[in-house]
């Protein structure tokens, strides 16, 4: 680590482990804190080691004395020697593993600012103990707080007052009421602990100190806005603070960069820079030749915007390989792209056109190296068209053309552990509206899933249908297997079992129109909405990872979703390994049709996965030789019976009646009454928890 200006970060061949002092001042409330206790941690993957400590003078000035590791975090810790319910915290350095430069500040200003900037960015990686855990996930965390606060002078970060961000969102304002929250525990006592109580999250204890009341409201955002509202006002060090209740505790940073405008999908490397594709050039409904790469702070590296390699108005795919290198569909090109980790073109000018590419959309790379694109044929309208392009082990030149299993306009591809790819397809026939004034709109709505397997061949159980399919697009895996599908005009996500049964169909609300699912590595699944710029959380297959009496498919977001004025039209949701979740703001407005702005972050919110996925989530753990695990292919897949293709036994869950079954699974109440009526009895409206159903 370097000591060095806080502004501008070390380059990592300066970085040494010479000792150094560091110099600081701990206010709470606007006023010097005299007799603080004040501790310099490091952290990383190994754990939390203290460097040093010691007691602020009269004017809440101190200084310590210590030598730096080479790797990992450093932080410092301060409380008042009489009330340990004031913790304050502040980040001082970033160490070398992370994407971004090594960083060390000599002076620091710690505060109730830079306690909510430490929370929030270092949520995932905050415990008991302190503050550890896997690179590049840690690093990169420590290097998003400084875009919250400047630990220098203790003010708002420069990117949260920037232009994209400062009076043009809510974020600033939320900032600071935080920190007005965090201020009560100086010296009014009653006000602490009320602001203590409402932080303490559903079937939890109360939080022991401040640092630990910022947390629960990260992991818990719709934690008492009203209350806590209420009192944030009754202190006003901070300011511009929320003249109203917000919907939920989060902070939400956009960045912008040189055409990076109405991005399509997300990518994350191993180091954690976020590669996207971009629709159209700035202002226009051209196609762009540019992609644009940011680092996990914010910035543009690495040239971007990147332009070359047959890239013509990219679209929703973008997936990295084992070796680094990644690979986007060029929908106006009818190409796919590919750039080498530095961002250098691989392919031709005019991109790779193996296979007849025709509008290519999703991509993905399975555990082989293999590149698997969903070719689309855009906006024909005869049913059965498009196909599924294989460049095995990433080599056009030996192009697998897949057709069968139901393919039709197929949209996303995603890889699950036993290296099968889930391919939507957003047609299925329309043979009902042939000759009719709604016949263009054949083979692009309702819809299917298809199976294929690591053999290139669709499953014999292809395609996987359900009444709840209105245009899938979007398909995320977890860790369990299970294939999250959202379906764009029924604001619908369902859930199929790794044999293609559905689990379940969660319901979100109307005119949501979702367009991209991704899970994190609690399972959980995160939704971006498309027409209601919105963002929604799903409790996932693992309800341990969700608050007491959630089931699977609970919404754990507020019911109209996560907000914020930053937040445009949304395309693509991803989640880093730092615990951000990332959005592409493809639109800004649907009439006239306009591109959207830049990235999104929400901080904080999310489990950690490693990047680029594995390929199903998995959350990066410092208990291993490498915090993310090689890729590789699970034992032989299970062979149920796959919806639509024969009978499978469904247990009955709390809550349950025969139409919410038959809803999910395609059947009428009527049918599955028939079906099973030795088992329900005589009743249809009393089913029991437990009873075992027989369903199509």
């Known amino acids: 680590m370097v000591l060095g200006t806080p502004n501008v970060p070390a380059s990592a061949a300066s970085v040494s482990a010479v000792p150094g002092t560091l110099h600081g001042t701990v206010t709470g409330a606007s006023k010097p804190l005299p007799g603080a206790r004040v501790t310099l941690f490091a952290g990383s993957r190994t754990g939390v080691r203290e460097l040093g400590h010691a007691t602020t003078d009269a004017t809440g000035s101190f200084a310590i004395s210590y030598a730096p590791p080479a790797a ?8 008042p020697a009489d009330d340990h319910r004031l913790l304050l915290r502040s980040v001082v350095a970033v160490g070398e593993g992370g994407a971004v430069p090594a960083r060390t500040v000599s002076r620091v200003r710690v505060n109730e600012l830079t306690t909510v900037a430490a929370g929030y960015a270092l949520a995932q990686f905050s415990g008991p103990r302190g503050v550890d855990g896997p690179g590049p996930g840690l690093q990169n965390a420590a ?4 875009n919250l606060a400047d630990p220098v002078t203790g003010g708002p970060g420069e990117v949260v007052t920037n232009a994209d961000n400062g009076t043009a969102n809510e974020t600033l304002a939320t900032l600071d009421t935080l920190a007005n929250l965090v201020s009560l525990c100086v010296s009014d006592t009653v006000r602490c602990d009320r602001m203590l109580r409402l932080a303490t999250p559903v079937g939890g204890t109360a939080p022991r100190d401040t640092v630990q009341a910022v947390l629960n409201l990260v992991r818990n955002p719709t934690l008492s806005p009203a209350g806590l509202h209420d009192l944030a006002r009754t202190a006003s060090h901070y300011t511009p603070a929320l003249a109203a209740p917000p919907m939920a505790w989060i902070l939400a940073l956009r960045y912008t960069d040189t055409d990076l ?8 490397d191993a180091k954690g820079n976020a590669w996207t594709s971009n629709n159209w050039l700035p202002g226009t409904q051209n196609p762009t030749p540019y992609i644009s790469v940011l680092d996990p702070t914010g910035r543009p590296i690495l040239g971007s915007p990147i332009q070359g390699g047959g890239m013509k108005g990219g679209d929703w795919g973008a997936a990295v390989a084992p070796d680094g290198s990644v690979w986007m569909s060029s929908y106006g090109g ?4 590919h750039y080498s980790a530095t961002g250098r073109p691989l392919s031709p000018p005019a991109g790779w056109k193996n296979g007849g590419l025709i509008h290519p959309q999703g991509i993905a790379v399975d555990q082989r190296g293999n590149v698997w694109i969903a070719n689309n044929y855009g906006l024909e309208t005869a049913p059965g068209l498009g196909n599924v392009v294989v460049y095995p082990h990433g080599d056009p030149s030996k192009a697998i053309t897949i057709t069968g299993g139901g393919l039709n306009h197929p949209f996303a591809v995603q890889i699950d552990g036993f290296g099968r790819a889930w391919v939507t397809n957003a047609g299925l026939g329309g043979a009902q509206l042939v000759n009719t004034r709604l016949a263009p709109l054949i ?8 199976v294929i397997g690591p ?7 292809s395609p996987i249908e359900s009444s709840s399919f209105k245009w899938p697009l979007s398909i995320a895996i977890d860790s369990r297997n299970n294939a999250w599908i959202n379906s764009y005009l029924s604001s619908e996500i369902t859930e199929l079992r790794p044999d293609g049964t559905v689990a379940g169909v969660h319901k979100l609300p109307e005119r949501t129109l979702p367009w991209s699912v991704a899970v994190d590595g609690s399972d959980r699944v995160w939704v971006a909405g498309f027409l209601t710029p919105s963002v929604w959380t799903l409790c996932g297959a693992d309800t341990t990872a969700c608050p007491p009496g959630s089931t699977t498919g609970t919404i754990l977001s507020p019911a109209q979703g996560y907000r914020n004025k930053a937040i445009q039209h949304l395309t693509a949701v991803q989640v880093d390994q730092s615990g951000n979740v990332w959005l592409a703001n493809n639109w800004s407005h649907i009439v006239p049709p306009a591109g959207g702005t830049g990235l999104v972050e929400l901080i904080g919110l999310a489990t950690p996965v490693c990047t680029p996925l594995t390929p199903v989530p998995t959350r990066p753990s410092a208990a291993t030789a490498t915090a993310c695990p090689s890729r590789t292919t699970a034992a032989t897949p299970p062979t149920g019976k796959q919806a639509g293709t024969g009978t499978h036994p469904y247990t009955v869950r709390p809550g349950d009646t025969l139409a919410t079954i038959g809803r999910a699974h395609g059947e009428s109440w009527q049918a599955l009454y028939e079906k099973n009526r030795t088992a329900v009895g005589h009743d249809p409206n009393l089913i029991t928890p437990g009873l075992r159903l027989t369903l199509l």
Do not use: C, H, M, Q
């Open 261 to 268: 405008y109405s991005p399509g999908r997300i990518a994350f």
């Open 72 to 79: 990992g975090v450093l932080y410092v810790e301060a409380a």
């Open 443 to 450: 083979g692009k709505f309702s819809g299917s899933v298809t």
């Open 143 to 146: 290097a998003t707080a400084f």
């Open 334 to 337: 009818n190409s796919v792209a």
């Open 455 to 461: 053999d290139f061949r669709p499953t014999a159980s």
